[in-house]
C-alpha cells in the first residue's frame, strides 16, 4: 500500500488516460476505467495474432470500460468478434468480470490460473460468503469494531455470484500458450491471490505481471474468499522466482510500463523486509495483536495512520499486519498466545535472537 514518492499528481495518472498504446510489435496497452479513485484503471493487454487479437485481463464489468475497449480495439482494426482468447491473471473484479461479460455474447473462452478454484468454489457457495471469512479474520486480529462497521458496509452492497462464473480453461505452471509467431509461459505467482499467473513472453523480453509487480504501490495481500495459511511468504517466494528471470520489460495492470522488473521487485522485497523489522520493533514491549501493530505503523507514502484510511483500506492494512506477523511466527522471530479467540504475537527473547545468529540465518534463508 506503501506508493513511491517524487512525482507529481498528474505524472502518477499519466498512464490513465483512455487510448491504445503500443508496447512492441503487436502489443498494446489499454487502460480501462475502474469506479472508485483508490484504483482509477486497469491495464488490458491485447496481443494481436494470426487468428484476431488475445487480451491479458479483461476489465470490470462497466458499460464505460467496455466502451473504451470496443473503441481501443476499433482503433487497432478489430472488434470483439475478434477476441479469440482471454488469459487472465488473477480473480479480482477489476480483472475478470468483464471477461464472463464478453464471453456471454462472443463466447471467448476464458482461462485463469487453477489456484483461483477454491475462491470460485467458495463464491458459489452461499455459506462461506467472504464476508464471514473476513469477520473471522478481523475479530481474531483483535479489530472486532473494524468486522462490525465492514459487515454493515457490505450488507448493503449486492453479490455478484452470477459474474463469477467460473472460466474455461484453468492455466497451469509452466504451461506454454502458443500463439503465431510468440509464445507466453504461464508462471504461478501465489500471493495477491492465491491462484495468481504472471506470463512471460522471453522472446521479446516482455513480462505481464498482472498485479504482483506493480510500480508505483505495492499490491494488497491475500484479499481473495479463501486464503494460504502464509499469504505474505508465498508473495515473497513470488517474487524471488520473478527476480530469477532474466530482467523484463515491466507490464503491470496498475501504472504505466516499466524498464526493469528487477529495479522494482528488489524495492518491493526490501519494502517487505523493512515492514517485517518495523512489525517486530511494535512486539518488543510486550504482545500486541494484529490491529494494535497496525495502528502504531504508517501507512502509504503519506504515512497516513490507520485510522486515517477508508475501512476497506483499514481492513487490508489490518490483514496485511497479521501476515507479517504471521511471517515472524513462520521465522521464529515471534510467537502467538490466543485469548478468547483473539491472538497476540510476542517478540522471541530478543537475548535469544541476538545470541543465536543461527535463528537469522534461517530466517533468511526462508527468502532466498
Ligand atoms: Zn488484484
Given at each position: 500500500?506503501?506508493?513511491?514518492?517524487?512525482?507529481?499528481?498528474?505524472?502518477?495518472h499519466?498512464?490513465?488516460?483512455?487510448?491504445?498504446?503500443?508496447v512492441s510489435?503487436?502489443?498494446?496497452?489499454?487502460?480501462?476505467?475502474?469506479?472508485?479513485?483508490?484504483?482509477?484503471?486497469?491495464?488490458?493487454?491485447?496481443?494481436?495474432h494470426?487468428?484476431?487479437?488475445v487480451?491479458?485481463?479483461?476489465?470490470q464489468?462497466?458499460?464505460?470500460?467496455?466502451?473504451?475497449?470496443?473503441?481501443?480495439?476499433?482503433?487497432l482494426?478489430f472488434?470483439f468478434?475478434?477476441?479469440?482468447?482471454?488469459?487472465?491473471?488473477?480473480?479480482?473484479?477489476?480483472?475478470?468480470?468483464?471477461?464472463?461479460?464478453?464471453?456471454?455474447?462472443?463466447?471467448?473462452?476464458?482461462?485463469?490460473?487453477?489456484?483461483?478454484?477454491?475462491?470460485?468454489?467458495?463464491i458459489?457457495?452461499?455459506?462461506?460468503s467472504?464476508?464471514?471469512?473476513?469477520?473471522?479474520?478481523?475479530?481474531e486480529?483483535?479489530?472486532?469494531e473494524?468486522?462490525?462497521?465492514?459487515?454493515?458496509?457490505?450488507?448493503?452492497?449486492?453479490?455478484?455470484?452470477?459474474?463469477?462464473?467460473?472460466?474455461?480453461?484453468?492455466?497451469?505452471?509452466?504451461?506454454?500458450?502458443?500463439?503465431?509467431?510468440?509464445?507466453?509461459?504461464?508462471?504461478?505467482?501465489?500471493?495477491?491471490?492465491?491462484?495468481?499467473?504472471?506470463?512471460?513472453?522471453?522472446?521479446?523480453?516482455?513480462?505481464f505481471?498482472?498485479?504482483?509487480?506493480?510500480?508505483?504501490?505495492t499490491?494488497?495481500?491475500?484479499?481473495?474468499?479463501?486464503?494460504s495459511?502464509?499469504?505474505?511468504?508465498?508473495?515473497?517466494?513470488s517474487?524471488?522466482?520473478?527476480?530469477?528471470l532474466?530482467?523484463?520489460?515491466?507490464?503491470?495492470?496498475?501504472?504505466?510500463?516499466?524498464?526493469?522488473?528487477?529495479?522494482?521487485?528488489?524495492?518491493?522485497?526490501?519494502?517487505?523486509?523493512?515492514?517485517?523489522?518495523?512489525?517486530?520493533?511494535?512486539?518488543?514491549?510486550?504482545?500486541?495483536?494484529?490491529?494494535?501493530?497496525?495502528?502504531?505503523?504508517?501507512?502509504?507514502?503519506?504515512?497516513?495512520?490507520?485510522?486515517e484510511?477508508?475501512?476497506?483500506n483499514?481492513?487490508?492494512?489490518?490483514?496485511?499486519?497479521?501476515?507479517h506477523?504471521d511471517?515472524?511466527?513462520?521465522?521464529h522471530?515471534?510467537t502467538?498466545?490466543?485469548?478468547?479467540?483473539v491472538?497476540?504475537?510476542?517478540?522471541?527473547?530478543?537475548?535469544?535472537?541476538?545470541?543465536?545468529?543461527?535463528?537469522r540465518?534461517?530466517?533468511r534463508?526462508?527468502?532466498?
Open positions: 500500500m506503501a506508493e513511491a514518492g517524487g512525482q507529481t499528481n498528474r505524472d502518477r499519466a498512464w490513465e488516460v483512455p487510448g491504445t498504446y503500443r510489435d503487436g502489443v498494446h496497452r489499454i487502460p480501462l476505467p475502474l469506479p472508485g479513485d483508490a484504483l482509477r484503471s486497469v491495464n488490458v493487454y491485447a496481443i494481436e494470426d487468428e484476431g487479437v487480451l491479458i485481463d479483461a476489465g464489468h462497466l458499460i464505460e470500460a467496455r466502451s473504451a475497449l470496443e473503441k481501443a480495439l476499433s482503433s482494426g472488434e468478434g475478434d477476441i479469440s482468447a482471454i488469459y487472465v491473471t488473477h480473480i479480482h473484479r477489476d480483472h475478470y468480470t468483464q471477461a464472463v461479460a464478453l464471453r456471454r455474447e462472443f463466447n471467448i473462452p476464458i482461462s485463469i490460473g487453477v489456484g483461483e478454484e477454491s475462491s470460485f468454489r467458495a458459489s457457495e452461499a455459506a462461506s467472504p464476508g464471514n471469512r473476513n469477520a473471522d479474520l478481523l475479530i486480529a483483535g479489530a472486532a473494524l468486522a462490525k462497521a465492514l459487515a454493515r458496509l457490505t450488507s448493503a452492497e449486492a453479490t455478484e455470484i452470477e459474474i463469477f462464473e467460473r472460466p474455461n480453461a484453468w492455466l497451469i505452471e509452466d504451461e506454454e500458450l502458443a500463439l503465431s509467431g510468440r509464445e507466453l509461459r504461464v508462471l504461478t505467482t501465489p500471493g495477491h491471490t492465491q491462484g495468481h499467473v504472471v506470463f512471460v513472453d522471453f522472446a521479446h523480453h516482455l513480462l505481471s498482472g498485479d504482483h509487480v506493480l510500480p508505483h504501490i499490491p494488497s495481500i491475500a484479499f481473495e474468499p479463501v486464503r495459511p502464509l499469504p505474505l511468504n508465498d508473495f515473497i517466494h517474487l524471488a522466482k520473478v527476480r530469477g532474466p530482467d523484463l520489460q515491466l507490464l503491470p495492470a496498475h501504472g504505466p510500463i516499466q524498464a526493469s522488473t528487477h529495479a522494482r521487485i528488489d524495492e518491493l522485497l526490501s519494502h517487505h523486509e523493512t515492514r517485517l523489522d518495523r512489525s517486530l520493533e511494535h512486539l518488543f514491549n510486550g504482545p500486541k495483536t494484529a490491529w494494535e501493530v497496525a495502528n502504531r505503523l504508517r501507512w502509504t507514502r503519506r504515512e497516513r495512520q490507520l485510522s484510511l477508508d475501512l476497506l483499514q481492513f487490508l492494512a489490518t490483514m496485511e499486519t497479521k501476515f506477523l511471517l515472524l511466527v513462520h521465522r522471530l515471534a502467538t498466545e490466543s485469548s478468547d479467540g491472538l497476540a504475537y510476542k517478540a522471541v527473547d530478543a537475548s535469544t535472537i541476538a545470541t543465536d545468529s543461527m535463528d540465518n534461517v530466517a534463508d526462508v527468502v532466498n
